[in-house]
């Protein structure tokens, strides 16, 4: 089970490929000035989670208008994040979770899919570092309730 609305949510610290280089990006650098929708995603380059990730940077302008920033997670290296948001058009800040401690912080690990994966999962979490919105789907095949997740950044 994913961590529950109300908990505080887990700062971390991962790596992300810029065209400046590797970049740390730490959550708790958003807190007291914008909201956070974290987007879980299994694997790059799989058609679900490109989907997804082309839907939502298409409609990026929506939650900045809500004062939030979305950032995707997944256990791929940034260099391979890098080169699938390339081909796919993908603007979205990409996390790379390699070690998998986020993915286990939040508890949504997919066990057995080519390894641990991270299980498909969305969070808002508030200017306060609390979790608004939590939600892991049945399986990677299905997608969050993005407007579930636009109501509790509203």
């Not at 839907?55 to 995707?72: F, K, N, P, Q, R």
């Not at 256990?75 to 603007?91: L, R, T």
């Not at 498909?120 to 407007?147: C, M, W």
Request: charge should be neutral; hydrophobic fraction near 45%; charged fraction near 20%.
């Amino acid at each position: 089970m994913p961590l529950a609305k109300g908990t505080k949510a887990p700062d971390f610290t991962l790596k992300s490929k810029t065209a400046d280089g590797l970049v740390d990006v730490r959550l708790s650098d958003n807190f007291g000035k914008k909201q956070t929708v974290l987007l879980f995603f299994p694997l790059a380059f799989t058609s679900v989670c490109t989907n997804e990730m082309c839907d939502v940077t298409a409609g990026l302008s929506a939650y900045a208008g809500m004062h939030a920033e979305v950032i995707a997670i997944s256990v791929d290296s940034p260099y391979a994040q890098e080169a699938w948001a390339k081909q796919n058009g993908i603007g979205i800040k990409l996390l790379s979770d390699l070690n998998k401690t986020v993915i286990r912080a939040y508890d949504v690990v997919f066990a057995n899919l080519a390894g641990d994966t991270a299980a498909r999962a969305a969070f808002v979490i508030g200017a306060d570092g609390v979790i608004k919105y939590s939600e892991q789907t049945p399986t990677p095949k299905h997608l969050p309730n993005f407007e579930a997740i636009k109501g509790a950044l509203a």
